[in-house]
């Protein structure tokens, strides 16, 4: 009994769980539909709804419905943002909770969705924090990847930091290369949004006043640092604290990022008992 637990049974009961996790994040994906009014899918409404034209004529720095990505997001979303509302919304949505899932799993994202408010408030409000956690996770196996926090909200780039910790300068150049074209092929489409944008952020740094200013080119300072150690030491679990300490602003679901800590800590034990395996017996 103790064996068939420990290797099939233990294995059908997971299936079991994963399977029912799923439908609970389904039902719940559904619950969160219609609108509910306040700070529901504000972030994701945004996205929708920023005009392409002009889209940073909006609120300021750290107010609702302030749209202060890069062009090159917008231009991306753009086959999502020709769907009605209703459908962008279920699809933002489910790329949040599936990102979730990406993370810690199927019984895990149920458990963090529940359990964790930060968590469920990111997919509530529809930002891409979630989003940001799975793509750490992926980046640093595949460096184009950091393309998409850097051009969304800039200073999770302190993550290329890594590969200048574990000096793999190929991987930082094709991390780099992946940014500065997606860049330049945004520039070539639409380059009065490119001076429009970094217009803004100087507008919205200005109005934001020296303190902000000061506090965050330290906390972007320090998470330099952080991200540099991490990758000297292979503590890849500490790039996306540092990423969350290198943010423009920290709300409440910032802290979803986190979540892709420990899928970074569940990787190392992997590979660890690979090695292990691997190793010839004295």
Do not use: C
């Amino acid at each position: 009994m103790t064996g068939w637990w420990a290797s099939e049974g233990r294995q059908t009961v997971l299936r079991v769980l994963s399977v029912a996790a799923i439908a609970y994040l389904g039902v719940r994906w559904a619950l969160l539909l219609p609108d509910q009014g306040g700070i529901h899918s504000l972030d994701s409404r945004t996205y929708w709804g920023a005009p392409l034209d002009d889209p940073y004529t909006g609120p300021q720095l750290g107010l609702p419905g302030a749209y202060l990505y890069s062009p090159a997001f917008i231009q991306a979303l753009t086959p999502l943002r020709l769907l009605p509302w209703e459908a962008f919304h279920g699809v933002w949505m489910a790329l949040g909770i599936g990102s979730l899932v990406l993370l810690v799993g199927p019984i895990g994202a149920a458990v963090a969705f529940t359990a964790l408010p930060f968590v469920f408030r990111d997919v509530f409000v529809g930002n891409i924090h979630l989003m940001l956690g799975a793509t750490i996770v992926l980046a640093l196996r595949f460096p184009a990847a950091w393309a998409f926090p850097i051009l969304t909200k800039i200073t999770p780039g302190v993550g290329l930091f890594w590969f200048i910790g574990r000096r793999e300068w190929r991987a930082l150049g094709s991390a780099v290369a992946a940014t500065v074209a997606v860049s330049f092929v945004s520039f070539v489409l639409a380059p009065d949004l490119w001076f429009q944008w970094l217009a803004r952020l100087r507008g919205d740094g200005n109005t934001a006043g020296e303190a902000y200013l000061a506090i965050t080119a330290a906390r972007v300072a320090l998470a330099a640092g952080l991200v540099t150690l991490a990758g000297w030491r292979g503590y890849a679990w500490l790039v996306p604290i540092a990423v969350v300490i290198a943010l423009p602003i920290l709300w409440p679901d910032s802290l979803a990022i986190l979540l892709a800590s420990f899928t970074l800590l569940a990787q190392r034990r992997r590979d660890a008992k690979s090695r292990r395996r691997l190793q010839p017996a004295e």
